[in-house]
């Protein structure tokens, strides 16, 4: 362990070294082109020897930009000929389907829940399925209760059970 440890170390020192002269090579070269550009910016005298006084630059003449002409924006996407359950529908029936529609609350799917099964769903019912206790809620489903306790809105416990997981309680 210590083994790979100095030697990571040493890969790091190694990397370290190699990162520095690649600054130091990127330093020079940097350095060298600000010579150049500073040797090409001294005036030249008439025996071809460079002055000693830099020259003074004129600073370049910025021309006004003109503004480019925006474009228009692009007009609104056209309202679509078909709601998207009308497009596959449209589909189905030229593909040969026949479309028929239900009304979802009056098929066999949601039922509204009985008297009976309203009268069994009650806080000792909810108390039961939170606390997990599958003993008490076979005896209490045991003495004449509804099978599938709902409360008002069809909602069973059932799906109290398996939305808190609890897969103790549906064996």
């Known amino acids: ?37 500073a040797m090409t910016s001294l005036p030249v005298t008439a025996n071809g020897q460079s002055s000693a006084a830099p020259a ?44 028929q529609l239900y009304e979802t609350l009056k098929t066999g799917y949601s039922n509204p829940p009985t008297p009976l099964q309203i009268a069994s769903y009650g806080p000792r019912m909810v108390q039961i399925v939170r606390s997990n206790d599958d003993r008490a809620l076979r005896d209490t489903l045991g003495v004449g209760l509804s099978p599938n306790p709902c409360n008002q809105f069809g909602e069973s416990l059932l799906h109290m059970i ?3 997981g609890d897969t103790t309680l549906l064996t």
């Open 1 to 37: 362990n210590n083994w790979i440890f100095r030697r990571d170390k040493k890969l790091d020192e190694t990397k370290k070294k190699e990162y520095n002269k690649d600054k130091d090579q990127v330093l020079k070269k940097s350095r060298a082109r600000t010579r150049r550009a």
């Open 56 to 99: 003074v630059a004129t600073p370049p003449v910025v021309e006004p930009q003109q503004p480019e002409p925006v474009a228009p924006p692009p007009p609104p996407p056209s309202k679509p000929q078909y709601t998207l359950q009308e497009y596959f529908d449209h589909l189905l029936e030229e593909r040969g389907y026949k479309i």
């Open 162 to 164: 398996c939305r808190r």
